[in-house]
């Protein structure tokens, strides 16, 4: 029976409050007024600020009374400067809670502008790692609303951004328990006009987190319950939404999988993510991109940590070789369908730099929950098979 997809919605309290559905965009004023927000400051990206639904959202807003306005100045792949010029916007303009709307990118600096506007230390103070995070003054970190526009970084639920160093173009992952939106309106018909391509992409991405969390060795059967289902979720609608973006159940599925996916991450990632990391810093390759050129090598290279999990997991999502074998193919296949690039070098990345990324890859706080211990001597061989294209 065809899916209605007016019926996909709810009101979510894990892992924050989330008002799920088609159209609840809309609801932003309410959003605010839950808060306490009366000016809030909407940081977005440059393209987006050019489309009709922010335009229509801080309409919505300046009927509702509120002193919105907008700051747009930030690139993908978001560095430190994005965030100086964006918590100087919230002063100037007298903000008192930021409304971060679009892809992975705004959601990080629109988290980071709300976390930075109270503090006196520098951002990279707050890098996860130990308890950085307990060095920020808390009650200063200004209400957040997250907006999210693609299905995948599920940054909307998380308790990172992800900045990049400037100096060092080192990507950072700023943790703050408080940096978790206190609200989402994770709204799926923002997606609709999504490039066929940038739904591949950032749908890879809400995949890796799912199976770098299910795949990560701490305990938390919550997480992976999660996860196994996030992955469902993508085998089945991701290939459709690609096909056919004006498919609003496709979307709305995905848009779950992808905060499911950064649910399930609280549990860790793995060597996909620590990989990822520097390569998209210092080449500016797209994130999830990275993460699915990425992912068969590593869950190669993982196999006899994770066989039994992996298999498992094949049954759950109905494959018809549910060995772990039979996952992989599955995984080669669907990267082939959605043109995702094979090797490194397709992707654009050059090999000259392989013990520089190796180096940076084992430093990556990500590193430490891959199934399979890996240090720089791991992480250059994972690059090399990228290169080259073998998984074995
Ligand atoms: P993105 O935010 O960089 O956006 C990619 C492009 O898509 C941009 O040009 C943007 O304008 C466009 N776009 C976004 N929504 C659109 C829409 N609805 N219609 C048309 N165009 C649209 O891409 P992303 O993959 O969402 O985010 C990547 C960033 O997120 C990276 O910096 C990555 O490191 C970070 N990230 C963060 C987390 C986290 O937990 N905080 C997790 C994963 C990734």
Not at 95 to 113: M, Y
Request: net charge neutral.
């Amino acid at each position: 029976m065809p899916i209605d997809p007016t019926t996909l919605k709810g009101n979510w309290n894990y892992p924050t409050r989330i008002w799920f559905g088609p159209g609840r965009i809309a609801e932003l004023p309410q959003g605010c007024a839950s808060l306490g927000i009366k000016r809030p400051l909407v940081v977005t990206d440059p393209g987006l600020a050019k489309l009709p639904m922010i335009a229509e959202a801080v309409a919505n807003a300046k009927t509702a009374g509120l002193g919105v306005a907008v700051f747009s100045d930030l690139r993908p792949n978001p560095v430190g400067k994005n965030v100086t010029d964006g918590v100087a916007a919230y002063k100037a303009g007298k903000h008192d809670g930021v409304v971060a709307f679009g892809g992975g990118s705004a959601l990080d600096v629109g988290k980071s502008v709300a976390f930075m506007a109270g503090q006196t230390r520098p951002l990279w103070d707050f890098e996860d790692i130990g308890d950085n995070w307990a060095r920020a003054n808390a009650d200063a970190i200004a209400p957040i609303i997250a907006v999210p526009t693609t299905s995948g970084t599920g940054s909307e639920v998380g308790r990172v951004s992800v900045v990049t160093q400037e100096e060092n173009h080192t990507k950072r992952l700023i943790f703050h328990p408080k940096i978790q939106p206190s609200l989402v309106i994770a709204d799926p018909a923002l997606t609709l006009g999504l490039p066929k391509h940038i739904t591949a992409a950032t749908g890879m991405d809400a995949f890796a987190h799912n199976l770098e969390a299910l795949c990560s060795p701490m305990f938390h059967p919550q997480a992976d319950g999660i996860a196994v289902e996030g992955i469902r979720l993508v085998k089945e609608w991701l290939p459709v939404a690609v096909k056919d973006g004006s498919n609003l159940a496709a979307r709305a599925y995905m848009m779950a999988a992808s905060t499911m996916g950064a649910t399930a991450f609280q549990k860790g990632l793995g060597a996909i993510h620590s990989l990822s990391h520097p390569v998209g810093a210092v080449y500016d390759t797209h994130h999830g991109l990275t993460n699915a050129v990425f992912m068969p090598y590593v869950l190669a290279f993982n196999r006899k940590a994770v066989e039994d999990k992996i298999a498992a997991l094949a049954r759950y999502i109905g494959l018809k070789d549910s060995s772990f074998t039979g996952f992989l193919d599955w995984v080669l296949a669907l990267r082939q369908e959605l043109s995702v690039p094979h090797t490194l070098k397709d992707l654009g990345v050059a090999d000259d730099r392989i013990d520089m990324l190796a180096e940076m890859a084992a430093a990556d706080p990500s590193a430490g929950t891959n199934p399979i211990p890996v240090g720089v001597k791991e992480h250059r061989t994972l690059l090399e098979m990228s290169f080259a294209g073998r998984l074995g």
